[in-house]
């Protein structure tokens, strides 16, 4: 059973096409902090448009949020949410081996453990909701992809059904989106670069028509990627990244 931090609503659902679909269809009358949660999906989708695979025995949840906010700050509840997620990791005895991936991957020794799609409807430039979508690999993962990936069984981390790894999840969401909330994202930036994945490397970011090739420097202040290059500084607000040499 899953136990609901203060504040939040839950929908669950044993299939559902895309639990991201479900809260867009509510985004106008839900209140903040409706949590959908799905055993099974039929049309899980990544980022820019992938499939997400949902498998039976992981989680697949998104968070409707309300934060009153403009649209471009909006976009900081990736980073609030991987913290989250890398919580969940240390908590389950991942220790140092999680880590943080621009823009929004959530890895544990280097392999992708976790998905999280962010979505927003907006009036304008005001937000009127933000949709997290999340999916955590609990017992499987998909093969032939074109990354590393794993999930919670193959990592050797604590055996977590879906319904406790959503409660520590929402937990530990609630904490970092009361942070967001009251600190604003320096802080989060802060925790994020702590937690990055190969910070100071090497890094390849593929572009629309382009690749960047530089040194992974830092995020700024808006959470964009800062690639430092032989021509200067390039700040990247939407890319694939790759680290030359890794697997």
């Not at 992981?58 to 471009?72: A, E, G, I």
């Not at 802080?187 to 572009?207: C, K, P, S």
């Not at 032989?230 to 990244?241: C, L, Q, S």
Request: include cysteine; proline fraction near 4%.
């Amino acid at each position: 059973m899953v136990h609901l931090p203060d504040g939040y609503s839950i929908a669950i659902f044993d299939s559902i096409d895309s639990t991201n679909e479900e809260a867009r269809r509510h985004a106008a009358t839900a209140r903040d902090r409706t949590v959908y949660w799905a055993k099974r999906q039929t049309a899980g989708r990544g980022r820019r448009g992938r499939s997400w695979m949902s498998e039976p025995g992981n989680l697949f949840v998104s968070l409707l949020l309300k934060p009153d906010c403009p649209l471009v700050q909006a976009a900081q509840l990736s980073f609030v949410s991987a913290l989250a997620i890398s919580d969940v990791l240390m908590k389950a005895g991942a220790g140092d081996r999680a880590a943080l991936k621009w823009p929004n991957d959530v890895l544990v020794d280097g392999a992708k453990i976790c998905g999280i799609l962010l979505e927003a409807t907006s009036t304008g430039a005001q937000v009127e909701a933000v949709i997290v979508g999340i999916g955590l690999n609990l017992v499987s993962h998909p093969d032939g992809t074109p990354y590393p990936a794993t999930d919670f069984h193959h990592a050797g981390l604590e055996n977590l059904n879906a319904d406790l790894a959503l409660t520590w999840l929402l937990d530990a969401f609630e904490l970092r989106y009361a942070a967001w909330r009251d600190q604003g994202f320096p802080a989060v930036r802060a925790d994020w670069l702590i937690r990055a994945w190969r910070l100071g490397q090497d890094i390849q970011v593929q572009l629309d028509g382009e690749t960047v090739t530089g040194r992974f420097a830092e995020l700024d202040e808006s959470g964009a990627l800062v690639v430092e290059t032989p021509a200067g500084a390039r700040h990247i607000t939407a890319g694939d990244v790759y680290f030359p040499g890794a697997a």
